[in-house]
């Protein structure tokens, strides 16, 4: 009897220190930030660090792989980071991955930056789209030196390279891995997320000393309002649902009946909320102009000039609609040519099929009427298809015309053609 009560005590005793030891073992949120930076980026952000804080984590890490983004967001980010108590890991992840831009940015104002071999961070001096299709940089100091200070305040607050952090900015510095740790950076140099928190274990951060090595890695799953969000966010998606409304409508205001008045506002709305509703004014007054020129070529006889501004203005608009512009998006130059390449390309396919039908509209206006390509052939029978007392109508090939009888006729008797026209002429058999 004693003897089972000793099993029974020791039991126990194995029992309460292993549940003392899962509930002593840390926990580590992680989230990704890959992609473009978005409106939904910044939500995506707040929600894991609540949620991060509700678990009482032992860290956050930011899973870094972006060519950069929207700057307000981007700033909104920062914040985030630095009103939470919990510790921030920015970790440029995985292999191959890029954190150009504003994600550089986000890598220099976390507590603990690191990046996985073969990855690139740089690439953050702002640039902006010429009228010839290629970028040069922003000469707005105002801006620039506001970047500049940030950066630099950041990569000090943390104990990194500040002159570093300021070329990121001024010449579009970029450094890999190894030359990001050997130009004190980022702390350090992990090929994946086990090895950096075994690495980290041990490092002060936000006045606590991290206990990472071991600990629990949660993903954070954005809830269905925000995947929608960040789909509908993506810049190319949200610049294509736009374009593809405005094109909608045109066709439906041209072809009202077909529904596709329906799919313009329907594309419209969405592109509206994936792009925060922040729309370039200008850009857009010159596509609805051309808009309203192409329509108004569809109703008149200007041989296509309407239809050929109408296009330029939707071109034009179309390029300045490409959002990616600074000081609003901060990404490289090579990510703004390959954003406006995709979008004037639908806008050329567009405006061919639209040239297409307006010279059908004019091969149809100037084809002669049709009564007068009829061959004509006199003594051809019709059937009155009414009364003609003397006007009605009759079937004449297969087809209804207007006729005029010499004298009345009833309605399903047969006359005989004696004259073509606009309006036969007949006569009762």
């Not at 939470?84 to 603990?112: H, N, R």
């Amino acid at each position: 009897m004693a003897g089972r009560l000793l099993a029974l005590a020791a039991l126990l005793v194995i029992l309460l220190a292993s549940q003392a030891g899962s509930a002593g073992a840390s926990q580590v949120l992680a989230v990704s930030l890959d992609e473009t930076i978005t409106p939904a980026s910044d939500d995506v952000v707040e929600v894991a660090i609540r949620e991060a804080e509700a678990l009482g984590a032992e860290a956050v890490v930011i899973l870094l792989d972006t060519p950069g983004g929207g700057l307000d967001e981007t700033i909104n980010i920062i914040g985030l980071m630095d009103r939470t108590e919990i510790p921030i890991i920015g970790y440029v992840y995985p292999g191959g991955a890029q954190a150009w831009s504003a994600g550089t940015l986000i890598l220099i104002s976390s507590d603990l930056a690191a990046m996985a071999p073969n990855t690139i961070i740089g690439s953050a001096q702002p640039v902006r789209l010429t009228p010839t299709g290629g970028t040069e940089p922003v000469n707005d100091t105002k801006t620039n030196n506001a970047i500049v200070a940030l950066i630099e305040e950041k990569a000090r607050m943390h104990g990194r390279n500040t002159t570093a952090a300021r070329e990121f900015v001024l010449s579009n510095l970029n450094l890999n891995a190894d030359r990001a740790l050997e130009y004190g950076v980022v702390e350090q140099v992990s090929p994946d997320l086990e090895s950096l928190l075994r690495e980290a274990e041990g490092r002060a951060a936000k006045n606590r000393t991290l206990n990472t090595s071991g600990a629990e890695i949660v993903y954070f799953q954005p809830d269905p309002r925000l995947k929608v969000l960040l789909i509908l966010s993506n810049p190319m998606l949200a610049g294509l649902l736009m374009l593809i409304g405005l094109y909608a409508l045109i066709f439906g205001i041209s072809n009202p009946g077909l529904g596709a008045e329906v799919l313009g506002i329907v594309a419209l709305a969405l592109g509206l909320i994936g792009s925060g509703f922040d729309v370039n004014l200008g850009a857009l007054f010159l596509i609805m102009l051309g808009m309203g020129l192409i329509l108004a070529e569809l109703h008149s006889h200007s041989m296509g000039v309407l239809a050929v501004a109408g296009f330029v203005c939707i071109l034009v608009g179309t390029v300045l609609f490409v959002p990616v512009s600074f000081p609003n998006w901060y990404l490289p130059g090579d990510y703004q040519r390959s954003m406006v390449a995709l979008f004037v390309i639908p806008s050329l396919i567009a405006g061919g099929f639209f040239a297409f039908a307006i010279y059908k509209v004019a091969q149809a206006r100037l084809r002669p009427p049709y009564y007068q390509t009829v061959e004509q052939e006199e003594g051809d029978l019709a059937v009155a298809v009414d009364r003609l007392a003397p006007r009605g109508y009759v079937s004449y090939r297969g087809e209804y015309w207007l006729a005029d009888a010499e004298e009345p006729v009833e309605k399903g008797q047969q006359v005989r053609v004696v004259e073509k026209g606009k309006v036969l002429k007949v006569r009762r058999l």
